[in-house]
């Protein structure tokens, strides 16, 4: 029986032990020069774990066939999509958005006047160069008399949106397109790409993503503690019951041992 009782005692302590030293010592107790002896195994080997870990999660777990299988399997581009349509269509509708459109499309058109001036002044030299000799010179002619340059093509343009109820004119047709664009959205085919865009900017993301090292950065800062009480959480009962096994066996191997010398 004492025998027995000395084998499983040693048994159970030697898995003990071992599962010990796989977070024990944390840092090295003998130095050689710059080599370190008596150290736990994490410890020891942290960052060829970090690296064998990132290969491993980033070639077989978190890569981008991987993600855009389960993106595809959930209809994320789909829902997104969707999402986009409901929130365009609800927007179309706010009649707070559409005054808050108006005002800010009023004051950029203000802010074009001499930008669109200039092209119309070009248009215009344009067409008088393209005319024939007696027309081009009548042309210019009636242009000079009638003072037609740039500045009084931004000046009769300012003049005109001074009115704001002019600009509501040319808004009120914005306005119905805005009223037409639920049904447009739902109607488009082309509206069906935006998946397919998605999907490929995505799978573009994924592949610049560096995972691995982003997973080989994240083990190197773990803190072995916390490490080791992340292990004992998800394990801790399959590691009790490895040192309860390695009790039971030694038990055995004591008993065997007993009847072989009897």
Known sequence: VALTAVSGTIGFLTNWIAIKMLFHPRRPLLRVGRRGFVQGLFPKNKALVARQVAAVVAGR?????????????????????RWAQERLAALSRDERFRRDLSDWLYVKVVDLTPVVARKAHEVIDEYIDSRGALARGALRLGKTLLDIDEEAIAQRLRTHLDDRANFEGLFADLSRALDRLPDHLAADPRVADFERW?????????????????????????????????????????????????????????????????
């Open 198 to 262: 998605m999907l490929d900017l995505i799978d573009a993301l994924l592949h610049r993503l560096p995972v691995a090292e982003v997973v080989r950065e994240q083990v190197m800062k773990q803190d072995e503690a916390e490490f080791e009480r992340m292990v004992d959480a998800a394990g801790g009962r399959e590691l009790a019951w490895i040192q309860i096994l390695g009790g039971i066996l030694g038990a055995i191997a004591g008993a065997g041992l007993f009847f072989v010398m009897s």
């Open 61 to 81: 777990l978190v890569n981008a066939a991987a993600i855009k299988a389960v993106l595809a399997e959930r209809d994320v581009a789909g829902q997104a999509r």
